[in-house]
């Protein structure tokens, strides 16, 4: 006769799973806020601002937003707990100043100081000076320029805009559009913070200054020949990139220079463009008691996809009716349009998923690969899956490696450019999606080649110290997390020296209480980044990303595994979920910093999951 015996490992997965079900939308979908950032807020009120669309209860509910997410010396950052941060501060500044602050309000004097010991606006990157510039705040003949005519380049030509990647992509076309014609819409001076033009900040001099210098005398000039078939062209490009919710992406940065874009080029009230731009954003606002702010984006595929991984890990029968209705609805957002990944793959179906509920023209290749696992795991789907592989192996870079949306697009050589020094805007591969392409195609027929290929990509980037760059997750924990699991699926034994290497760097960053955290600043270039390496609080995500790639290793039943699962059951809630303030998530590493909200439960049942599912084995 034999005694089961429900252990505390069983009770949060148990309790995580039953969470996690009660969370489920009506519809058959995950998702909770994308949490960014106060430039997010303050944008949104310029926005309303330029478009003479502000209004007295919203600025106030925005201001009440900024107001509270001041640090305790009264300065603004990007992330939880993170330093301070120039052009965040400037931009919430700004926009409490146009919200009707006073230059010497004590809520605002931190700050001021602050800016003033940084430059004050001239010291901002370009984005921020773009911003004041089109309410009359800073001078447009000082930002550098980027020329309409470059959406009329060909893809194969240099500085195409399919150089750039997707989220920059329409991005800098609606500023060439904007920045053609300067626009200003003043403020009442008693709402300008004109108390910090400290005048322009000398910059370092490049090569490319001259390119600056040059497009600067061309765009002021009266000799412009394709100026207005370049803007005409662009205004359409954008146009046939809105998606049905209003959105650009289904992100915020081309959304609204696009909308700015298209005020410009005279699209009005009446516009059916522009109104469905903003009517979308209804959507993206979040209300917190007297508080608005927006998300910058929302993620409903990666959440669900990451759930139905979480509750089959956690035992959760595929015929179960809330995972048969999360089958159904992924399935109705398989992507069957082809977008701009086409242009220089055009004769590849299209297949896969995106990360909105409305990106029909941007699948990511991360979204495809996870969500395709999920359906798998679910026994549904099938056509859809094997779309998804065949067009993933197609969107496999040359080196081996995948990006999250188009297939080899590094042109590292953008960030020289004095304009884009506000992050990402290529899409090179990266450790992460590549890692969740290899998990998914290892496991199906026929891409051998392409698995290989991949591994052997995962391998070259292992860090000389065993970790693995996060590109999409803070960070070595996240790439460790990702990478792991997918050498495991491809066949890499437990005493490869790869996992060897990894298990060690987990072993050695584990902290004292059993969990692992990861400050964001390990992002920073040099000595300064390299000290806070798989080093920070403990959170459940990415206690769960090393637990993850522990069990892939081989170490379930390690000292290290336990006391990370020992850490994640004794920090449970009483309802099943945990808590998680700090940002684990990754827009553009230093510069753009995510709280996915169902992080802190979907990672923890998922990790958990899969170790019970190991030590039964």
């Known amino acids: 006769m034999s005694v089961t015996t429900r252990t505390e490992l069983d009770r949060a997965v148990e309790a995580g799973a039953a969470r996690l079900l009660e969370l489920q939308k009506p519809g058959g979908w995950w998702v909770d806020e994308l949490e960014s950032n106060v430039t997010m807020t303050a944008q949104w009120m310029f926005v309303l601002e330029f478009l003479r669309l502000r209004d007295e ?4 509910r925005l201001a009440n937003e900024l107001l509270a997410r001041r640090r305790d010396d009264g ?19 700004a926009a409490l100043r146009l919200a009707g602050l006073d230059a010497d ?19 901002t990157r370009v984005f921020t000076r ?9 001078r447009w003949e000082e930002i550098q320029v980027v020329p309409p005519e470059l959406v009329l380049l060909k893809p194969w030509m240099p500085f195409s805009a399919y150089d750039f990647g997707c989220w920059a992509r329409q991005t800098v076309v609606a500023l060439s559009v904007v920045m053609h014609y300067r626009p200003v819409r003043p403020i009442p001076s008693e709402r300008a913070c004109s108390e910090l033009d400290l005048g322009p900040t000398p910059r370092p001099r490049t090569a490319w200054n001259l390119a600056d210098s040059f497009l600067r005398g061309y765009s002021s000039g009266r000799f412009r020949p394709g100026r207005e078939r370049a803007l005409a062209y662009g205004e359409r490009w954008l146009i046939d990139r809105q998606e049905l919710d209003g959105s650009w992406g289904g992100i915020q940065p081309p959304w609204v220079w696009a909308l700015v874009a298209l005020a410009c080029r005279g699209h009005g009230p009446e516009s059916p463009y522009l109104r469905r731009g903003l009517d979308g954003w209804k959507r993206f606002m979040v209300a917190e008691g007297d508080r608005l702010r927006p998300e910058a984006c929302q ?16 035992g959760v029968d595929p015929g179960e009716p809330a995972l048969r209705r ?6 109705r957002e398989e992507v069957r349009a082809r ?3 086409a242009v220089r793959l055009p004769g590849v179906e299209p297949g896969g998923w995106a990360f909105e509920y409305d990106n029909d023209l941007y699948p990511d290749i991360d979204d495809a690969a996870v969500v395709a696992i999920g359906l798998n795991e679910l026994g549904a789907g099938r056509p859809a899956v094997i779309r998804a592989c065949n067009w993933i192996a197609a969107m496999q870079s040359r080196g081996g490696g995948w990006g999250a949306f188009d297939k080899d697009n590094a042109a590292y050589w953008l960030y020289e450019l004095p304009f884009f020094d506000f992050g990402a805007v290529i899409d090179p591969p990266s450790v992460d999606v590549t ?9 199906e027929p026929g891409y051998e080649d392409a698995v290989a290929r991949g591994v052997q990509y995962l391998l070259s980037k292992q860090e000389p110290d065993g970790s693995f760059f996060g590109r999409w997750g803070v960070n070595y924990l996240y790439g460790i997390g990702a990478a792991l699991p997918a050498l495991e699926v491809a066949r890499i034994p437990p005493d490869h020296p790869a996992m060897r290497a990894a298990v060690a760097w987990l072993e050695a960053h584990q902290n004292d209480d059993g969990g692992f955290g990861e400050d964001c600043r390990s992002y920073d270039e040099g000595a300064a980044g390299r000290a806070w390496r798989g080093r920070g609080v403990s959170t459940a995500s990415q206690t769960a990303f090393a637990l993850l790639g522990l069990v892939a290793a081989g170490e379930a039943g390690s000292e290290c595994a336990r006391r990370a699962a020992a850490w994640l059951c004794e920090t449970q809630r009483d309802d099943g979920d945990w808590d998680e303030e700090h940002f684990t998530g990754t827009g553009f590493p230093r510069h753009f910093l995510i709280r996915y909200h169902l992080y802190r439960l979907t990672w923890p049942v998922l990790a958990l999951g899969r170790l019970r599912q190991a030590q039964q084995r």
């Open 299 to 314: 993620s409903p595929v990666w959440d669900t996809g990451l759930a139905v991984l979480a509750l089959r890990a956690a």
């Open 105 to 123: 309000d004590p809520r605002l004097a931190a700050a001021r100081r602050f800016l003033e010991a940084h430059g004050g606006i001239g010291g």
């Open 130 to 138: 773009i911003w004041l510039a089109l309410l009359g705040l800073w």
């Open 435 to 443: 890692a969740h392409a290899v998990e998914l195609l290892a496991n």
């Open 339 to 341: 977008g701009d990944w």
């Open 326 to 331: 999360a089958a159904d609805w992924l399935l």
């Open 57 to 60: 209860d919203t600025t106030r």
């Open 75 to 93: 300065l603004w950052s990007i992330y939880w707990e993170g330093e301070p941060d120039r052009d965040a501060t400037m931009e919430a500044y």
